[in-house]
């Protein structure tokens, strides 16, 4: 056994905020590399209200919902080929070179975007910063779970997903300060730069991963290591225990043959662990997480509320209690276990999508009427409307459809307003009659119940199905595998955000906001059962019992009792 470290508990917890005293090298290494998620936040994050003033500076974005929708998944299809390249990487140049890399692809993408001229550069930028978060994604993780000790391994990985939401709220707290500034959205995205460079330095002074170092023959290296990590008591038992499980790998399979798909999929514990993992990172996707954070300040604009500094205000404390959420799941990841976590959070999800999707509902079919003499009195009448058969039938959500503005009525936003041509001119007609101008959604009665509602969602989200997917797949995988796996895990997480991103906008035009939250439930219940039948319970598993656990029957539905793992030898 890995140390003989007993069950993980509430202790755990404790005893990882003792490390800040008692062993501060491993918080060290924890925090360094968590700077990865760091910018993996930070970079995914920032676009949500920058993208309020791209749209300002560049027209077509404005007026092409495909073009928002490439600016923001462009950096999700960089990811896809960074988590797929940093599996292989990992596995051959070792973690702290692949997070080395992911530093300078940030880099690059950051000064890229900050002085793009147009559309398309800013988009070679995305690609760039995407590459690094998906190198990031799946090297962070797996780097602090290899230098963990194995009774706080779930807490400190949890960290890194809290550093993940702490870089989205950063960027979101970047976003509102940089509303006024000359220049704003290029210095939302060139910030990030900075935590990059620091992270690069740091990742200089520190080691490689010693399990990797094992798994190269690197044994001195990894027992200096290992010695700064663990106990004097527990040192030899890791080091023997790591000695092992890298011998018996070596006499079961020839280390010259090339790791194939058909290869992972004959062998029956990876088979179940990939299932487990890129499972847990499909639901994780598809419950749509990161529409709320891609596109959170548009989503509160769709609620009602017209301002961009309101939509930037109202989305940081959707931001803030996803960065509290994820200091939650350090306290109960090692406490609850990944399996009980993963389905309360799901559940909770299940229920708030369930009032998003009444919400909006509402509002789209109670929005304010449209007025024909409040819209002839400006001059910029919507074409459409001015057309229409049936003018009297027309409101709000009807306007925002043809591609026009609403410009809601001064004494009352609820009352008939005026249907106008999207154009600067009508706009700032509008607003100097101090009124409220919309193009995203309407005005609403229900807007704060929608805030609620999202809110909900991130507090339920955050603790469990936040942190459990990127924990799971730290912990799952067999040593020999455990880099290609991973790379595997995390291509299938950002194939599904890219998805999910690249569609979601789309999906508000064609079916409504509503019915989109409506498939994001249904898909989080689908979860449910997924979890129930193939996610094993690895809180307080040792890493190098986890793949004889995954050798017994693959359905566990007493996920709250623990299966006892016979030990080998």
Same mark, same amino acid.
């Given at each position: 056994?890995?140390?003989?470290?007993?069950?993980?508990?509430?202790?755990?917890?404790?005893?990882?905020?003792?490390?800040?005293?008692?062993?501060?090298?491993?918080?060290?290494?924890?925090?360094?590399?968590?700077?990865?998620?760091?910018?993996?936040?930070?970079?995914?994050?920032?676009?949500?209200?920058?993208?309020?003033?791209?749209?300002?500076? #560049?027209?077509?974005?404005?007026?092409?919902?495909?073009?928002?929708?490439?600016?923001?998944?462009?950096?999700?299809?960089? !990811?896809?080929?960074?988590?797929?390249?940093?599996?292989?990487?990992?596995?051959?140049?070792?973690?702290?070179?692949?997070?080395?890399?992911?530093?300078?692809?940030?880099?690059?993408?950051?000064?890229?975007?900050?002085?793009?001229?147009?559309?398309?550069?800013?988009?070679?930028?995305?690609?760039?910063?995407?590459?690094?978060?998906?190198?990031?994604?799946?090297?962070?993780?797996?780097?602090?779970?290899?230098?963990?000790?194995?009774?706080?391994?779930?807490?400190?990985?949890?960290?890194?997903?809290?550093?993940?939401?702490?870089?989205?709220?950063?960027?979101?707290?970047?976003?509102?300060?940089?509303?006024?500034?000359?220049?704003?959205?290029?210095?939302?995205?060139?910030?990030?730069?900075?935590? *990059?460079?620091?992270?690069?330095?740091?990742?200089?002074?520190?080691?490689?991963?010693?399990? &990797?170092?094992?798994?190269?023959?690197?044994?001195?290296?990894?027992?200096? @290591?290992?010695?700064?990590?663990?106990?004097?008591?527990?040192? /030899?038992?890791? @080091? $023997?225990?790591?000695?092992?499980?890298?011998?018996?790998?070596?006499?079961?399979?020839?280390?010259?043959?090339?790791?194939?798909?058909?290869?992972?999929?004959?062998?029956?514990?990876?088979?179940?662990?990939?299932?487990?993992?890129?499972? +847990?990172?499909?639901?994780?996707?598809?419950?749509? @997480?990161?529409?709320?954070?891609?596109?959170?300040?548009? @989503?509160?604009?769709?609620?009602?509320?017209?301002?961009? $500094?309101?939509?930037? +205000?109202?989305?940081?404390?959707?931001?803030?209690?996803? !960065? #509290?959420?994820?200091?939650?799941?350090?306290?109960?990841?090692?406490?609850?276990?990944?399996?009980?976590?993963?389905?309360?959070?799901?559940?909770?999800?299940?229920?708030?999508?369930?009032?998003?999707?009444?919400?909006?509902?509402? %509002?789209?079919?109670?929005?304010?009427?449209?007025?024909?003499?409040?819209?002839?009195?400006?001059?910029?009448?919507?074409?459409?409307?001015?057309?229409?058969?049936?003018?009297? $039938?027309?409101?709000?959500?009807?306007?925002?459809?043809?591609?026009?503005?609403?410009?809601?009525?001064?004494?009352?936003?609820?009352?008939?307003?005026?249907?106008?041509?999207?154009?600067? *001119?009508?706009?700032?007609?509008?607003?100097?009659?101090?009124?409220?101008?919309?193009?995203?959604?309407?005005?609403?009665?229900?807007?704060?119940?929608?805030?609620? =509602?999202?809110?909900?969602?991130?507090?339920?989200?955050?603790?469990?199905?936040?942190?459990?997917?990127?924990?799971?797949?730290?912990?799952?995988?067999?040593?020999?595998?455990?880099?290609?796996?991973?790379?595997?895990?995390?291509?299938?997480? &950002?194939?599904?955000?890219?998805?999910?991103? $690249? %569609?979601?906008?789309?999906?508000?035009?064609?079916? =409504?906001?509503?019915?989109?939250?409506?498939?994001?439930?249904?898909?989080?219940?689908?979860?449910?059962?997924?979890?129930?039948?193939?996610?094993? /319970?690895?809180?307080?598993?040792?890493?190098?019992?986890?793949?004889?656990?995954?050798?017994?029957?693959?359905?566990?539905?007493?996920?709250?009792?623990?299966?006892?793992?016979?030990?080998?030898?």
């Amino acid at each position: 056994m890995e140390g003989g470290v007993p069950e993980a508990d509430v202790s755990a917890f404790r005893e990882c905020l003792s490390l800040s005293w008692k062993n501060p090298y491993i918080l060290r290494l924890a925090f360094s590399a968590g700077i990865g998620g760091l910018l993996f936040g930070y970079d995914t994050g920032v676009i949500s209200g920058a993208l309020l003033y791209i749209r300002d500076d #560049f027209k077509a974005v404005d007026r092409k919902t495909w073009l928002q929708e490439a600016i923001v998944s462009t950096a999700i299809a960089g !990811a896809i080929i960074g988590a797929a390249v940093g599996g292989w990487m990992n596995d051959r140049f070792g973690r702290r070179k692949s997070i080395l890399l992911a530093d300078s692809l940030f880099l690059i993408g950051s000064v890229i975007m900050a002085a793009a001229t147009s559309p398309a550069i800013l988009i070679v930028g995305r690609v760039f910063v995407g590459l690094g978060v998906g190198m990031a994604s799946m090297a962070s993780p797996l780097y602090i779970s290899e230098t963990s000790p194995t009774r706080v391994r779930g807490a400190l990985v949890a960290l890194n997903s809290f550093l993940i939401t702490g870089g989205q709220f950063l960027s979101y707290l970047i976003n509102l300060a940089f509303t006024k500034a000359p220049g704003t959205w290029r210095w939302m995205l060139g910030v990030a730069a900075a935590p *990059a460079v620091i992270q690069a330095v740091l990742m200089f002074t520190l080691p490689e991963s010693p399990r &990797w170092l094992f798994r190269k023959g690197r044994e001195e290296e990894a027992k200096t @290591i290992l010695r700064k990590i663990y106990p004097a008591s527990d040192v /030899e038992a890791e @080091i $023997q225990a790591l000695r092992d499980s890298v011998a018996l790998e070596m006499k079961e399979v020839d280390p010259s043959d090339k790791i194939s798909i058909i290869k992972l999929l004959k062998t029956k514990t990876v088979r179940r662990g990939l299932c487990a993992g890129m499972g +847990l990172q499909f639901f994780q996707q598809f419950t749509g @997480i990161n529409t709320v954070m891609y596109y959170s300040p548009t @989503i509160v604009q769709l609620a009602g509320f017209a301002s961009n $500094q309101t939509a930037l +205000l109202l989305s940081l404390i959707t931001s803030g209690l996803n !960065a #509290f959420g994820s200091i939650v799941s350090i306290y109960f990841i090692d406490k609850t276990g990944r399996k009980k976590l993963a389905l309360l959070s799901l559940c909770g999800c299940v229920l708030s999508l369930a009032l998003l999707t009444a919400t909006f509902r509402q %509002t789209e079919t109670h929005s304010p009427m449209i007025s024909s003499i409040e819209s002839s009195s400006f001059n910029n009448t919507c074409p459409a409307f001015s057309n229409a058969l049936n003018p009297i $039938q027309w409101d709000c959500m009807r306007c925002l459809k043809a591609e026009c503005g609403f410009c809601a009525s001064g004494s009352n936003k609820l009352l008939p307003g005026a249907c106008l041509s999207v154009n600067d *001119a009508a706009r700032g007609l509008c607003v100097k009659d101090h009124r409220a101008w919309y193009t995203k959604g309407c005005p609403s009665k229900m807007g704060w119940l929608a805030i609620m =509602g999202l809110a909900l969602y991130i507090i339920f989200f955050s603790p469990g199905m936040g942190t459990v997917p990127w924990v799971v797949n730290s912990e799952i995988y067999p040593l020999r595998y455990r880099g290609i796996c991973g790379g595997i895990a995390s291509t299938t997480c &950002w194939v599904s955000n890219l998805v999910v991103s $690249q %569609t979601f906008l789309t999906l508000t035009v064609a079916i =409504g906001t509503a019915w989109t939250f409506m498939l994001f439930g249904l898909v989080a219940l689908v979860g449910i059962f997924f979890v129930l039948i193939f996610v094993p /319970e690895t809180k307080g598993v040792p890493m190098e019992e986890v793949e004889q656990m995954l050798e017994e029957r693959a359905v566990h539905l007493k996920f709250w009792q623990r299966r006892s793992v016979p030990h080998k030898g």
